[in-house]
């Protein structure tokens, strides 16, 4: 089997050792750390992809291209359309940091409705200021907590959630069938009456067409007074120029964001600045305790693949397009 295997993007520094460790006799592994290297490859074979993007251009420049393999949940970095007419299966690591992203939601929502950030920089300037934000911090037990996607991590969040004393509803495109949603312990709402009703909204959706700015400016004004919004997902989600103006105003307490529309975020971007925003640089999902579970999950994959054996469906996004064989 004489196959490379090209680790794109950047990772923890053990990552290449592990994953070479799993590799057969005649596979190759490669590093390209850079958007610029990638861009310019033109022998790529099977890619395990983060952070970077490979788009219509790349995928079609690339006649050897068999598989891509992304780290983590989300696709939106590939074109799944232009791989899919080239034959070739895009897969996630569905489920392998699913919980972690989940905490992190939640670490969020705390984080924003008690100021953490805002009282923490006030302690190292020299301050003991008990009073400022005694009246708009709260717990989030007795909140109504709306999720906008209740996937797997989705209905993590919804647990941990439950567990401190919200109260979570939900909506999604493909709403859950009546036992589900008894067995989680969920309501069902649409997105207007969720937006309006919730103490806490957390996103928890791809980044697809139908998705785009689905938080735009009338979304974000249908909004609670005094909401907190909390992004692990997808910053495309967010028209993050109108949550700007929220903020502002008063009209929401505050905002955490761990994806923004522009990554890394530029100096530029409309939430600098704000005291009521926390930025977290897409990390909801990566914990040193993840290294080896995705690692094994990225490369039993790619085994699958040069071995012509199926995919899982939790995994394979774009089945229908390229026909490759899913169980």
Not at 10 to 37: A, C, H, K, M, W
Not at 103 to 128: K, P, Y
Request: with cysteine; aromatic share 4%; charged share 25%.
């Amino acid at each position: 089997m004489q196959t490379t295997v090209t680790l794109a993007g950047p990772y923890p520094s053990e990552v290449p050792g592990l994953i070479r460790s799993l590799l057969p006799p005649g596979v190759t592994l490669r590093e390209i750390p850079e958007q610029s290297g990638l861009d310019v490859s033109r022998d790529l074979e099977v890619v395990i992809l983060r952070t970077l993007r490979m788009d219509g251009g790349l995928i079609g420049g690339n006649d050897r291209l068999r598989f891509i393999q992304r780290w983590g949940a989300g696709f939106d970095t590939v074109d799944i359309e232009a791989a899919g007419r080239k034959g070739v299966p895009v897969a996630v690591a569905a489920g392998v940091n699913s919980n972690a992203v989940a905490e992190h939601a939640i670490l969020l929502m705390l984080a924003s409705l008690r100021h953490l950030t805002a009282l923490d920089a006030s302690v190292r300037r020299g301050e003991w200021d008990r009073v400022r934000f005694a009246q708009s911090s709260f717990t989030i037990a007795d909140k109504v907590v709306g999720l906008v996607g209740c996937g797997a991590i989705g209905r993590l969040v919804a647990a941990k959630a439950k567990a401190l004393g919200a109260d979570v509803r939900y909506f999604d495109a493909f709403r859950l069938s009546p036992e589900e949603e008894d067995a989680l312990g969920l309501a069902y709402r649409p997105l207007e009456d969720l937006l309006g009703e919730s103490d806490i909204v957390s996103l928890h959706l791809p980044l697809v067409d139908s998705t785009r700015n689905i938080l735009d400016a009338s979304a974000l004004a249908s909004m609670k007074t005094g909401a907190v919004l909390v992004n692990t997902s997808r910053g495309g989600l967010v028209d993050e120029a109108a949550l700007a103006e929220r903020l502002r105003s008063g009209a929401l307490l505050g905002a955490a964001l761990d994806s923004v529309a522009e990554e890394p975020y530029p100096d530029s971007g409309p939430l600098r600045g704000l005291d009521n925003v926390i930025l977290t640089p897409h990390m909801g999902g990566t914990v040193a305790d993840l290294t080896l579970p995705m690692v094994r999950k990225v490369t039993e994959n790619v085994l699958r693949v040069l071995e012509g054996k199926p995919l899982s469906r939790k995994d394979i996004v774009n089945q229908t397009l390229c026909g490759y064989p899913a169980y």
